[in-house]
């Protein structure tokens, strides 16, 4: 069966169908198809953009070192530049290239973490490197580096310095494992629920959310109670994201309709509708007469969303 897929995507790389030729590339990238290097290198001068992107992070996946050069040009980099510029283009940052450069940011991104993967020493190694640093504005740039670059190896250091006195350093910490998606880190992610900092507790929140580990989702959903609105609105964010409708989940955005801030409001609305808790619907409309201009508006497309739901005929009252 494997060697049948794999000739199949040998063939997809030379599809002029753009949907085709992307999912060719993810797949050449997941089974890393060293055959499929060639049509990757094809597929980097595609137009759309979306092929580039996914040509040049199965190049990266392939350990693909011819493609080095190709990647560069890309880039648009120098020697001289090539570090500053693979970590600007990895943050994903839209002025990242050079002037008159055209190249889409999530392009530009996807090539500049290939060659990270293919040569570390451009710049993870020396990122890594300044993780020793004792120095707390070069440990928070360290660690968003290694985030963007997908630096999986400096994980383990990352937890580490969750527990740092510096508040700024936890949430660096909590912001970068994060993005990198870091199972290892959910119990001590877990822990910074109750960090005295609400900036620390929020960034905790925002990188669980990013995990979707579902050990966490009671231990955000009880974040609904935070001193902090912003806390609680990130919160309520997370837990629209569930993909569940269990009552722990759903009782915390329900009590969230009734929250002093109107941004807690809102984004409690918002993920209701995102999970089509038909059940809120009454709860929804009457915030139609919320003070709040924008509360005003999201109950209105919630109560959209979830009036169309209960009209379905599988509809179940979810609570």
Known sequence: MAEDISKVILVSLEAEDPNILRAACIMAGNFKLTQAERGLLKALTHKAWQVQMEAARALGRLGAQSALPYLRRMLKVSDADIRQKILTGAAGAKGAGAEGDELNPEVRRACAIA???????????????????????????????????????AGERMIALLDNPDPALRRAAAASLGKLRDDKAIDKLIALLADQDPEVRKEAIIALNHLKNKKSLPHIARTMDDSSPEVRRVCAIALGNAQTKEIQIVQPLLRGLDDREASVRQACLSSLANLKVGGALEASCALLADSHDEVARQAAMTVVVLSQYRERPDYEKDF
């Open 115 to 153: 060659i990270n993967s293919l040569n570390h020493k451009i710049a993870q190694d020396a990122l890594l490197s300044a993780l020793d640093s004792d120095q707390p504005t070069l440990l928070s740039a360290a660690l968003a580096g290694l985030a963007n670059l997908e630096c999986l190896e």
